[in-house]
């Protein structure tokens, strides 16, 4: 689905809240439309919740063309908790596949909490539609905190020395980029020609914000070599930076699979590790190797701190410093000496 078409089928009200994000806030095309998406399948919901629609009816078929300032002020928390326990219970996790599991996970329906809260406090700061927010005090699903999965420095070195023939030398400098620059996929698709200035790489992450990132002299080589090969090629796209065998723009899809392969040829796990896996390894390794967080923030692209923050528990060479330097760490339990039994009696055993 494109922005578009947004535009041309939500209701008034939702229509000016997605523009809002759009133009004002600077989010990106595939944000807004999740927004959409999100808010489409709440409203169809409430419908069926204030019986503006019979129960019966084919979810996936409601309109929500008649969403109107009332209809959005008789939402209550308790309706917006009803239809989390609706999501986490019978809501299908792929609505397309008649094989589908159901019940959405905490992070998908924490991510649909996060549109309804951001649209309630549009109409009521931004919009001024309504008086009070109703979702002032909604509460977002508590998330399990998992440690990220990375390669280990050794793993990284595995993978690299593994990258042969053929699109060895693009290949090569894709996964340069991931471990080094800790790019998203999404950001590495989308370089072009032009981002690439001497020892400097132009980066356009989430919310299109532009960050710039400096190239050791590993990427750079590796840049070298794949530019070489690139540039000796006809072009069906001479913008893009990677470019696919049919010389058109990489795809997300093909870096994923791409990544996949490689992985394997080195043989590591390719069912454990992924593009995404890669830039949690740029993370932890620069972590690892002195790099501060706040500055680690900037590299990743992270608009709050908390989401780099989680980087600073994983197998970091300074905590074990801190635990092996507590002078309590060499005490030594002594061995309980065994109690002489009167006789007749048994021993403690």
Known sequence: ?????????????????????????????????????????????????????????????????????????????????????????????????????YGLEASARARKIAAIRSFYKYLTVKAKLISENPMQDLDSPRLKKTLPRY??????????????????????????????????????????????????????????????????????????????????????????????????????DAVHYMVKQRLKKAGLDASLYSSHKLRHTAATLMLQNGVDVRTLQEVLGHENLNTTQIYTHVDNAQLRIAAQANPLGKVRRKKKEAAQAPEGEPGEG
């Open 1 to 101: 689905m494109s922005t578009s078409d947004y535009k041309m089928t939500a209701p008034p009200i939702l229509r000016d809240f997605l523009s809002y994000h759009e133009t004002i806030q600077g989010h990106s095309k595939k944000t807004v439309d999740e927004y959409y998406l999100d808010l489409r399948n709440f409203f169809r919901f409430i419908k069926i919740e204030k019986g503006k629609v019979p129960r019966t009816a084919e979810f996936e078929e409601i309109s929500i063309d008649d969403v109107d300032l009332d209809l959005v002020r008789s939402v209550t928390l308790g309706d917006v908790y009803s239809y989390m326990s609706y999501l986490s219970r019978d809501r299908a996790k792929h609505a397309n596949s008649p094989s589908t599991a």
């Open 151 to 252: 390669l280990s420095l050794d793993e990284s070195i595995q993978l690299l020395e593994h990258v042969d023939e053929p699109n060895r030398a693009r290949d090569y400098c894709i996964l340069m980029l991931f471990l080094n620059c800790g790019l998203r996929i999404s950001e590495l698709v989308a370089l072009n020609m032009t981002d690439v200035r001497e020892d400097q790489l132009r980066v356009l992450g989430k919310g299109n914000k532009e960050r710039i990132l400096f190239l050791n002299p590993a990427c750079r080589a590796a840049l070298d070599d794949w530019l070489e090969e690139r540039n000796a090629g006809a072009q069906a796209d001479p913008n893009a930076l990677f470019l696919s065998r049919r010389h058109t723009r990489m795809t997300t």
